[in-house]
T-cell receptor, first 112, second 114 residues
Framework: QKEVEQNSGPLSVPEGAIASLNCTYSDRGSQSFFWYRQYSGKSPELIMSIYSNGDKEDGRFTAQLNKASQYVSLLIRDSQPSDSATYLCAVRGDNYGQNFVFGPGTRLSVLP | EAGVVQSPRYKIIEKKQPVAFWCNPISGHNTLYWYRQNLGQGPELLIRYENEEAVDDSQLPKDRFSAERLKGVDSTLKIQPAELGDSAVYLC????????????FGPGTRLTVT
């Protein structure tokens, strides 16, 4: 079992719809969770961090964390073509030596 | 505030040649990371520094890779000799120790070994 799993996609949504990106992780002791956006040929850009169960909203982005289910998600409301990118989930915790472990990413395509 | 700076942005070398990458982290960030990212995959940690100390180099192929972070600021990652399988993007990131540990990436160096 991989440490951090994501559907590779591509996930295609129409412009204006809600895009839902999911991530599961194997280490129950993980403490910090991050979503990065990576455009083709560019480096990852931090868009959200979440540390406790529940929802965290920032503009059109909402991160959701459920530690009991070892599941973290990212919702993008009113999706725009400029949101088309690969979204990386990253997890940090003591059992990873306080390092970040990244999932393979989900490629999102927002269709005009 | 300036972000993480890396150079060069692109490098093409022949196998068995040496190559070096340089990184300057965000000012004040004491933690520095080197990652390697292959196409279609997430970044994989090579080494993490806390100030001058390499606190985790377990994933660094030490037979050919080396790194240093003198004075706890900028860092250099070296490969000698390079192999075809080293072709990847090498990313540097930094973070400030604390409750959030939010990590920020530089633009990366795309290495092609021919």
């Amino acid at each position: 079992q991989k440490e951090v799993e994501q559907n590779s996609g591509p996930l295609s949504v129409p412009e204006g719809a809600i895009a839902s990106l999911n991530c599961t992780y194997s280490d129950r002791g993980s403490q910090s969770f991050f979503w990065y956006r990576q455009y083709s040929g560019k480096s990852p850009e931090l868009i959200m961090s979440i540390y406790s169960n529940g929802d965290k909203e920032d503009g059109r982005f909402t991160a959701q964390l459920n530690k009991a289910s070892q599941y973290v998600s990212l919702l993008i409301r009113d999706s725009q073509p400029s949101d088309s990118a690969t979204y990386l989930c990253a997890v940090r915790g003591d059992n990873y030596g306080q390092n970040f472990v990244f999932g393979p990413g989900t490629r999102l395509s927002v269709l005009p | 505030e300036a972000g993480v700076v890396q150079s060069p942005r692109y490098k093409i070398i022949e196998k068995k040649q040496p190559v070096a990458f340089w990184c300057n982290p965000i000012s004040g960030h004491n933690t520095l990371y080197w990652y390697r990212q292959n196409l279609g995959q997430g970044p994989e940690l090579l080494i993490r520094y806390e100030n001058e100390e390499a606190v985790d180099d377990s994933q660094l192929p030490k037979d050919r890779f080396s790194a240093e972070r003198l004075k706890g600021v900028d860092s250099t990652l070296k490969i000698q000799p390079a192999e075809l399988g080293d072709s990847a993007v090498y990313l540097c990131a930094s973070s400030l120790a604390g409750a959030t540990y939010e990590q920020y990436f530089g633009p990366g160096t795309r290495l092609t070994v021919t």
